[in-house]
C-alpha cells in the first residue's frame, strides 16, 4: 500500500489524539506538523519524531509532500485556516468540529463547497464510538421508525486548553455547539430528516465560576436541555450537564418507535475513572421489543490500544481507518462539509433559544 503523508494543523489534546491513532494503521506517517504552542510541539514531537515543524500555516501548506491535511486547531480558526488552504493545492481535509464558530463564516464554506476540488470530511468523532455506531444500525429495526430521541452526556467539565479559548463563547462558539454540535449531528444521521424548530434552557451553574482570565469571568455554559423538532414529525431531546463527574456512564441514547426502544450506555474515558473502583464499565447496547420477554443487553468491549489512544471509545481510531481509504479514493466522504455546517446551526439556534427564551423556527 501507499504511504500516506499527514500534514497536522494543530497540536493540542485532540491533535495528539489523532497523531496516536494514525499511527495505528499501516502505512501512515506524519510528515509535517505546525503547532505555534511551544509546550504542544514538545509534546507532538515526542509522539511524531518523524515530522517535521513548520514555522507557519502557509509554510505547511506549501509543501508538495503532504498526501493530506487533519485540521485540530481551536474552534475559531477552522474557518480562516480553510481559507488559506484554498489558495494552495487541493489535498483531501479531515476537519475537526465545530466548522465554524460565527455564521458569517458560512460564506467561506460555501466557497470551499463549491471551488475545493478535493474531499472535505468533518471530523465527528461521536458517529464511531461502537455502541453508537450499533445503534444507528438497528434503531429502525428495533423501533420500528424513530418518534422519540434521547441524547444524554452527564460529564466532566471543560478541561485547560492552550490560552484558555474554550473558557469563553467568542472563540468556542458557545457550549452547545462546542461540546455539542456532535450531539446534534447524530440526531440528523439518527432520524434521517431535517431540524424544524429548537427550544433550550441552559447556562453556567457551576463550573468556572471562581476563574478569571485577564479580568474576565468565563462565560462557557454547563449545563442545559435541548429540544428539536424535525420534519419528520420526531422529536429528540439533549441533557447535558458538565459538573457530573462521577457517572458510571459518560453518554446514553434512546431510540423509542412503535416497536420498541434501543439504547446505548457510553463510558467516559478510562483516565478519569476512578482507579479504587475496579476496571471502568463496558460499553453496552439495549434491545427493548414491545413484548414479553423483555429488555435483551449485549457487551461492546473496545479494544484496549484503542481506548489508550484517545478519549472517545475508539472512534477517533475508525474515523481515521475511513478517512485513510478515502485518501487513497476508495471511500466516500461520511461526514460532509453540510452535515458539519447543520450540527453548529443546530448549536447556534440552541444558543440563541436559551438566551432569548424562545423557540427559534430554523
Avoid at 514555522?55 to 485540521?71: E, H, K, M, T, Y
Avoid at 462539509?337 to 453548529?344: E, I, K, S
Amino acid at each position: 500500500m501507499t504511504v500516506l503523508r499527514y500534514g497536522i494543523i494543530g497540536c493540542g489534546m485532540m491533535g495528539q489524539e489523532h497523531i496516536r491513532n494514525i499511527h495505528l494503521l499501516e502505512n501512515t506517517q506524519i510528515t509535517a506538523i505546525y503547532e505555534p504552542d511551544a509546550g504542544m510541539r514538545d509534546i507532538a514531537a515526542s509522539l511524531a519524531p518523524e515530522a517535521e515543524f513548520a514555522p507557519n500555516l502557509n509554510s505547511l501548506l506549501a509543501r508538495n509532500d503532504l498526501d493530506c491535511l487533519v485540521i485540530v486547531s481551536p474552534n475559531y480558526l477552522h474557518a480562516d485556516q480553510l481559507q488559506q488552504i484554498m489558495a494552495h493545492s487541493p489535498r483531501p481535509i479531515l476537519v475537526e468540529k465545530p466548522l465554524i464558530t460565527n455564521i458569517d463564516d458560512e460564506q467561506i464554506i460555501a466557497r470551499l463547497q463549491n471551488d475545493y476540488s478535493a474531499p472535505v470530511w468533518v471530523a465527528m468523532e461521536y458517529r464511531y464510538m461502537p455502541p453508537v455506531a450499533a445503534l444507528i444500525t438497528e434503531a429502525q429495526k428495533v423501533t420500528g421508525g424513530i418518534k422519540m430521541l434521547t441524547i444524554r452526556e452527564h460529564r466532566f467539565p471543560f478541561l485547560q486548553k492552550v490560552a484558555d479559548w474554550n473558557r469563553f463563547n467568542e472563540k468556542s462558539g458557545g457550549t452547545l455547539v462546542e461540546k455539542c454540535c456532535h450531539f446534534f449531528d447524530l440526531m440528523r444521521l439518527i432520524l434521517q430528516s431535517e431540524p424544524v424548530r429548537v427550544m433550550a434552557s441552559a447556562g453556567q451553574s457551576v463550573n468556572h465560576l471562581d476563574e478569571s482570565y485577564d479580568g474576565r469571568v468565563p462565560d462557557i455554559w454547563d449545563n442545559g436541555y435541548v429540544i428539536v423538532d424535525f420534519a419528520s414529525g420526531a422529536r429528540a431531546m439533549l441533557e447535558l450537564c458538565m459538573f457530573a463527574d462521577g457517572s458510571t456512564y459518560q453518554e446514553e441514547i434512546s431510540a423509542i418507535g412503535p416497536s420498541g426502544k434501543i439504547e446505548c450506555l457510553v463510558p467516559g474515558p478510562g483516565r478519569f475513572w476512578p482507579q479504587h473502583l475496579g476496571d471502568p464499565p463496558t460499553a453496552k447496547l439495549i434491545v427493548s421489543p414491545r413484548e414479553p420477554r423483555g429488555p435483551r443487553t449485549i457487551d461492546i468491549p473496545v479494544d484496549p490500544a484503542l481506548l489508550d489512544a484517545g478519549d472517545h471509545n475508539g472512534s477517533t481510531f475508525y474515523q481515521h481507518q475511513k478517512f485513510q481509504q478515502l485518501v487513497l479514493g476508495n471511500h466516500p466522504v461520511e461526514v460532509s462539509l453540510q452535515d458539519g455546517l447543520m450540527a453548529v446551526k443546530i448549536g447556534m439556534a440552541a444558543q440563541q433559544s436559551s438566551t432569548l427564551g424562545k423557540a427559534i423556527n430554523l
